[in-house]
């Protein structure tokens, strides 16, 4: 029996935990991942397991961190570098953009840079506009990087220690409103394998694209519109660097119907990127113009009801998706 | 031949492949053979030979836009590194970094970088590797004075210290950050007292002198390998522009005149003729280096270009998914639209 109920941060510990059990060669590195325990605490109780030459709490630095975990990861370390807030990648973007993602290539493949780069993004706890953002647009524009976020606890485990086996950087975002989601960790089955998107609910009027938390707040969408007679299709991408276009395609190409859900602000966001495609793939199979509901394009407010609404709920993607089907127009419709 | 003249001799061969191999450089550019014209030559420079021949065969490094002259000085094969700068299939990097991304796993040469301070922290990160691996390696991050202006130097240095991580920071104080002279940069010109500020040992070199660079580094390097990491910033100057296309309209010519009697390697031409070397053997050496470099200059010209279809490989590892190429994604997508 490999399945237990857990939660996303045990989920991630344990994958850091396994990961580090069998290849010594993995090192832990960012700020306050060890006596403290990281700032979410998926790395308690690590550094009594592992001792500090392998959790290695650093200093404020991130450039400094980053750049240190890339050349590492060029002379036979596996370091996962913690970015405690994905907000602070501005200060690690040159390190990660012009280094870790492109040593492999400007040095014509002779060398790789296996690292992980783990950070957490989103709203949802009052954190404000420099701690509350989803920036995956920006790394997932790079060559080079790899970048995975996931929704489950499942994922969050098999993502995490897949990123942990590749030649080349991976960039994974987590959530910090998913930590304390409970949900089945099968340490022997990963949903599927990385690259690949999931189904995470069939469905034949619509097809809902989306990743990261918002696969839940997708699927409760589902459930709504369910209620209203409409079949929504629930796709959960997992990794945006590799893209599984096909899934995607396939899936639109059978509802006719396509909307793209995040997180992330609105323009020049990944849900853009997502949109293009769709059309360029299924423009003959399209009932509809593909559909995103994203993130407003303001700085994350701290208030609790105006953070709330600055980002898409199951309410806002029903509605969206019964105007798309039923031509059913929402309240707040002119 | 008294081992002191016998290591001022290899000094002095380091230094004139260097400003051989960078005369080539130009030429390649003046030829139009090179890829592009930002190619920065590292002559008046050459003094950093001393601190590449006190590092161990195995020992690590990272360079900055303007590092030819250490490559060629860790062993580099002049015509793959004028292939490379020429954009050819058979350089370094088969011709995707060119001058300033080159590199080489075998020789420890963990890259070149355009980002002024962008490779220091990779210095860094390699010696932290060493120390968790217990390998006996020290790693020697080489930069311009420009990157001592930029913040990641101290956040590596402070890491460095920290951690007692085998690291040698050197800057190569040339006088300029492209245009800006250093006194126009920075207020403080003590730059050995920052790291000494860090904790690391700390010292300001005359590289004019490549015996004295070289003592010191073999001095700062053996510390490194105990724990003990240091800075030392080699104050020489820049003989020409920025890069191939500066005529430095910010400097005069007596200015320029001056810095250029500041030649490391007429002055360790002159201490070996005053120790006894002969003119005549020296222009021998001389001339044996100008034929390897005019040779590999001539085999990097004649070197084929990549084939463009390597454009899409190494992006990642060769077992791992690829890039689209744009005209298969369009052939997709409008094969089936004129359908």
């Known amino acids: 029996m490999t399945a237990i109920d857990t939660t996303y941060r045990e989920a991630l510990r344990q994958a850091l935990i396994d990961a580090m059990n069998e290849d010594p060669d993995i090192v832990v590195m960012g700020e306050e991942v060890g006596l403290y325990g990281g700032a979410y605490g998926v790395t308690k109780g690590m550094i009594e397991q592992f001792g500090p030459e392998r959790i290695l709490d650093t200093p404020i630095s991130e450039a400094g961190i980053v750049g240190a975990a890339v050349g590492a990861a060029m002379s036979g370390l596996r370091p996962v570098a913690e970015l405690m807030y994905v907000d602070f990648i501005g200060l690690v973007m040159d390190q990660l953009a012009n280094q870790a993602a492109k040593i492999r290539y400007m040095f014509g493949g002779q060398i790789g840079v296996p690292m992980v780069l783990r950070s957490q993004g989103g709203t949802g706890r009052s954190a404000a506009a420099q701690h509350s953002q989803s920036l995956e647009a920006w790394m997932a524009h790079i060559p080079g990087l790899r970048v995975a976020m996931p929704a489950t606890v499942n994922d969050a485990y098999h993502l995490l220690r897949h990123a942990l086996t590749l030649p080349d950087p991976v960039v994974f975002l987590e959530h910090k409103g998913l930590y304390v989601q409970k949900g089945v960790m099968d340490t022997a089955k990963p949903d599927a394998p990385w690259g690949k998107a999931v189904v995470r609910r069939t469905g034949a009027d619509i097809t809902i694209v989306t990743y990261s938390k918002m696969v839940l707040e997708s699927l409760a969408a589902a459930e709504l519109l369910a209620a209203q007679g409409v079949s929504a299709e629930v796709l959960d991408l997992r990794t945006l660097n590799p893209l599984d276009d096909e899934t995607i395609s396939a899936s639109v190409r059978r509802t006719h119907r396509a909307m793209v859900v995040t997180e992330a602000h609105l323009t020049g966001g990944f849900s853009a990127e997502l949109s293009a495609r769709i059309h360029e793939s299924c423009f003959d199979h399209l009932e509809e113009p593909v559909t995103r509901v994203a993130g407003e394009d303001i700085p994350i407010p701290v208030s609790p009801p105006l953070e709330r609404n600055a980002v898409p709920n199951a309410q806002l993607i029903a509605e969206t998706g019964l105007w798309l089907v039923q031509r059913k127009a929402p309240a707040w419709a002119s | ?339």
């Open chain 2, 1 to 339: 031949m008294s081992s002191d003249n016998k290591l001022l001799h290899a000094l002095y061969r380091d230094m004139r492949r260097i400003r051989s191999l960078e005369e080539r450089v130009s030429e390649l550019f003046v030829r139009s053979e090179s890829a592009g014209s930002m190619l920065h030559l590292s002559i008046g420079e050459e003094a950093v030979a001393g601190v590449c021949r006190a590092m161990d065969a195995k020992d690590s490094f990272t360079t900055h836009h303007r590092g030819h002259g250490i490559f060629v000085a860790r062993g580099a094969e002049p015509a793959r590194m004028l292939a490379e700068i020429a954009g050819k299939a058979d350089g370094y990097c088969r011709g995707k970094g060119g001058s300033m991304h080159i590199a080489d796993m075998g020789l420890g040469h963990l890259g070149a970088n355009a980002i002024v301070g962008g490779g220091i922290s990779h210095a860094v990160g390699a010696a932290l590797a060493y120390k968790r691996k217990k390998q006996p390696h020290v790693s020697v991050a080489f930069f311009g004075d420009g990157a001592m202006q930029q913040g990641i130097l101290y956040e590596s240095m402070n890491l460095a210290a920290l951690w007692s991580l085998p690291v040698v920071f050197v800057c190569i104080n040339n006088q300029y950050g492209m245009g800006t002279r250093v006194d126009r940069a920075t207020a403080n010109l003590a730059f050995d007292e920052r790291a000494r500020a860090f904790g690391l040992d700390g010292m300001i070199v005359d590289a004019t002198d490549v015996e004295l660079v070289h003592e010191t580094a073999e001095r700062m390097i053996a510390n490194a390998r105990q724990g003990k990491p240091g800075f030392m910033c080699l104050t020489c100057y820049r003989f020409y522009g920025h890069a191939r296309m500066d005529k430095s309209p910010y400097r005069d010519s007596e200015e320029e005149a001056a810095g250029r009697a500041r030649d490391p390697l007429g002055k360790a031409r002159q201490r070996l003729s005053e120790r006894g070397t002969k003119a005549a053997e020296l222009d021998a050496l001389d001339a044996e280096i100008a034929t390897e470099m005019d040779a590999a200059l001539e085999s990097a010209i004649k070197a084929t270009m990549p084939p463009v279809e390597t454009m899409f490989e190494d992006v990642f590892a060769p077992d791992q998914p690829k890039p689209t190429p744009l005209r298969t994604r369009l052939n997709a997508m409008l094969s089936e639209a004129s359908r």
